[in-house]
């Protein structure tokens, strides 16, 4: 069974502008989340998607924003990105949401975005 | 507040030999579960074992095992006869029954595994 699957791997973006990141989940798999990882944050939640509703927010202002598609693959979107969004973006996918049916999470190898 | 604290930003371990990584969390909730995660060069973290809170028995994994204390809120993981391809960051993290379900990750603990 394939894995996580997040796309494109490395890119380097301009202050200013805007990026999407894609994340196909692990087939069968309804739920996809998002992580902000960086050296000084750590591992930081963005947000969780479920039968193409957002069901949870972290705390990251508007610009950050992300969907989820029937097949249940999702993308996520930084507008006017800011030296600050260069981070390792991961992308996780659970079979369901929720405490119990969701509590484990399988993860992509991430999206590296640079900010310059 | 719901935090995960790893005091170790880094350990070292001979090649063969036992290590143990060591977590406190604190939380006011009773039904919650409990994670390490891998994240080694590749930089894809991947799933070593989990714990549920409402189980006494410590999770096993080959040769990952945790301690879990949960009135001392401490959830250490043993990595037993460590190999080389055990070096990586060691993220512990938890989720709990209340609240939004998402992940509340710890800073990490980098393991080196010296030959």
């Known amino acids: 069974k394939a894995g996580v699957t997040q796309t494109p791997r490395y890119l380097i973006k301009t202050r200013g502008q805007q990026v999407t990141l894609s994340c196909s989940p692990i087939?069968?798999?309804?739920?996809v989340s998002w992580y902000q990882q960086t050296p000084g944050q750590g591992l930081q939640f963005l947000f969780e998607?479920?039968?193409?509703?957002q069901r949870n927010k972290g705390n990251f202002p508007g610009r950050f924003s992300g969907r989820q598609f029937s097949n249940s693959r999702s993308e996520m979107n930084v507008s006017t990105l800011e030296l600050g969004d260069s981070a390792l973006y991961l992308c996780?996918?659970?079979w369901g949401t929720g405490f119990r049916s969701g509590n484990t999470i399988y993860f992509g190898e991430g999206s590296w975005l640079t900010v310059v | 507040a719901q935090t995960v604290t790893q005091s170790q930003p880094e350990m070292s371990v001979q090649e063969a030999e036992t290590v143990t990584l060591s977590c406190t969390y604190d939380?006011?909730?009773?039904?919650?579960?409990l994670f390490w995660y891998k994240q080694p060069p590749s930089r894809q973290m991947i799933l070593v074992i989990r714990?549920?809170?409402?189980?006494?028995q410590n999770a096993t994994e080959n040769r990952f095992s945790v301690n879990f204390q949960k009135a001392a809120k401490s959830f250490s993981l043993k990595i037993s006869d460590s190999q080389l391809g055990d070096a990586a960051m060691y993220f512990c993290?938890?989720?709990?029954?209340?609240?939004?379900?998402?992940?509340?990750f710890g800073t990490g603990t980098r393991l080196k595994v010296l030959a």
């Open positions: 996780a996918s659970s």
């Open positions: 939380t006011s909730e009773s039904d919650y579960y």
């Open positions: 714990q549920e809170a409402y189980k006494q």
């Open positions: 993290a938890y989720i709990f029954a209340s609240g939004t379900y998402k992940y509340i």
């Open positions: 087939s069968g798999h309804r739920s």
């Open positions: 998607y479920f039968s193409e509703t």
